[in-house]
């Protein structure tokens, strides 16, 4: 895939001050925004390669890595999805995507923490009690939390695998025996994830004092028909971590999707599923865009990726032998591993395409200007 001609860092670069001065975001949101700013550049450093066949030189300059990143996922998601298949269970798993109304957007955001926390804790809370219920059995479930929209809004959902396998009473590992479309019936299932949610939310707005001021976006949300959204089962593991792996690393907003910049608003594209997946355009101003996206960027340390129940590491050992055989390599490197999964040389030329590119110089890392800075 070609180069975009724009990117999430020329967008903070054009407005990120106005934004800080608008919005006064705090310290860690402040460190991401730079981070994508800079990432690629010759502010984090690099260094100088010669190819060793047509003599070409380039800079290549380091990534920041950082997890909201458009341009630092790829590798990420092709290592994932392989350290996942060689994890769990090579069985039978039913999609599942767990989505709390928009009224309780406001409510997430005096804590994200904290709220994303809660939804995590409900959605397995739904998914044990209906294992035991059903099947008697503790299924388990490999979580994924999203909380964008295509139109960069606040929609909070988490993805959930859910394996045709569980533990028994007994501490045995039971096969689910099912062949029809769903696991469990939805629609009672979304009332329990309804309840469950709302209890813990409730609980923690009392703790808070802050119920009195929320009470109507509470019972607003509580009157909707909440919908858990269920797909067929999947053949097999590999099959699934696949088509997992596309969530797994997805950010935001790609930088292909960002299609023009200006003076004051930036243009992107966004399928509307409202309208049979239609891709449209959206143009918002420079500051209300980064404000949306900010409102993706997850807490320092926050884990979105979990594993519940006979996937846990409480029964890594009692699973092994229902894996399926790892088959890497003893000794790889990681640039090995990665032209491995994903057939793209890291040190080919990109010239002559014959040559490998040999480091010969090392670039330091230069202090870049700060643009955030605080209005005083």
């Known amino acids: 895939m070609s180069r975009p001609k724009y990117e999430m860092a020329h967008v903070i670069e054009r407005f990120g001050q106005e934004f800080v001065q608008k919005n006064n975001p705090n310290s860690w949101t402040l460190r991401t925004l730079n981070a994508l700013r800079i990432c690629r550049t010759s502010a984090l450093g690099g260094h100088i390669e010669v190819c060793d066949s047509c003599g070409k030189k380039r800079n290549s300059y380091n990534s920041c890595r950082?997890?909201?990143?458009?341009?630092?996922?790829?590798?990420?998601?092709?290592?994932?999805?392989?350290?996942?298949?060689?994890?769990?269970?090579?069985?039978?798993?039913?999609?599942?995507?767990?989505?709390?109304?928009?009224?309780?957007?406001?409510?997430?955001?005096?804590?994200?923490?904290?709220?994303?926390?809660?939804?995590?804790?409900?959605?397995?809370?739904?998914?044990?009690?209906?294992?035991?219920?059903?099947?008697?059995?503790?299924?388990?479930?490999?979580?994924?939390?999203h909380t964008w929209g295509q139109n960069l809004s606040l929609h909070p959902h988490i993805h959930c695998l859910?394996?045709?396998?569980?533990?028994?009473?007994?501490?045995?590992?039971?096969?689910?025996?099912?062949?029809?479309?769903?696991?469990?019936?939805?629609?009672?299932?979304?009332?329990?994830?309804?309840?469950?949610?709302?209890?813990?939310?409730?609980?923690?707005?009392?703790?808070?004092?802050?119920?009195?001021?929320?009470?109507?976006?509470?019972?607003?949300?509580?009157?909707?028909?909440?919908?858990?959204?269920?797909?067929?089962?999947?053949?097999?593991?590999?099959?699934?971590?696949?088509?997992?792996?596309?969530?797994?690393?997805?950010?935001?907003?790609?930088?292909?999707?960002?299609?023009?910049?200006?003076?004051?608003?930036?243009k992107f594209l966004y399928k509307d599923y409202r309208d049979n997946a239609k891709t449209k355009s959206l143009k918002l101003r420079g500051v209300e865009f980064l404000r949306r996206f900010s409102m993706h960027i997850l807490p320092k340390g926050f884990v979105k990726v979990r594993y519940f129940g006979i996937l846990s590491n409480r029964f890594s050992k009692k699973v092994a032998m229902y894996r399926k055989t790892d088959s890497r390599p003893d000794k790889e490197s990681p640039q090995q591993r990665i032209k491995r999964l994903t057939a793209f040389d890291i040190y080919q030329c990109p010239f002559c395409k014959k040559g490998k590119m040999q480091q010969v110089e090392i670039i330091p890392r230069i202090r870049s200007p700060d643009i955030f800075l605080r209005p005083k």
């Open 162 to 266: 859910i394996p045709t396998a569980a533990i028994a009473l007994d501490g045995n590992i039971k096969k689910i025996s099912k062949k029809g479309r769903y696991l469990y019936p939805v629609r009672k299932l979304s009332v329990d994830f309804r309840a469950n949610m709302m209890r813990r939310i409730k609980k923690q707005l009392v703790d808070n004092k802050r119920i009195l001021e929320y009470q109507t976006l509470i019972n607003q949300a509580w009157a909707k028909n909440w919908v858990v959204y269920s797909q067929p089962s999947f053949s097999d593991a590999e099959r699934v971590i696949g088509y997992l792996g596309l969530y797994t690393h997805r950010v935001a907003i790609s930088n292909h999707r960002i299609v023009g910049i200006d003076e004051h608003y930036v």
């Open 66 to 145: 950082n997890r909201h990143c458009p341009k630092c996922q790829s590798s990420k998601q092709a290592i994932w999805v392989e350290d996942v298949s060689n994890r769990i269970i090579d069985t039978k798993y039913f999609h599942l995507v767990f989505t709390v109304p928009e009224e309780l957007n406001n409510i997430c955001l005096l804590d994200t923490a904290s709220f994303y926390n809660t939804l995590f804790a409900s959605v397995w809370s739904s998914l044990q009690s209906f294992g035991y219920a059903k099947y008697g059995a503790e299924t388990g479930a490999l979580a994924i939390l």
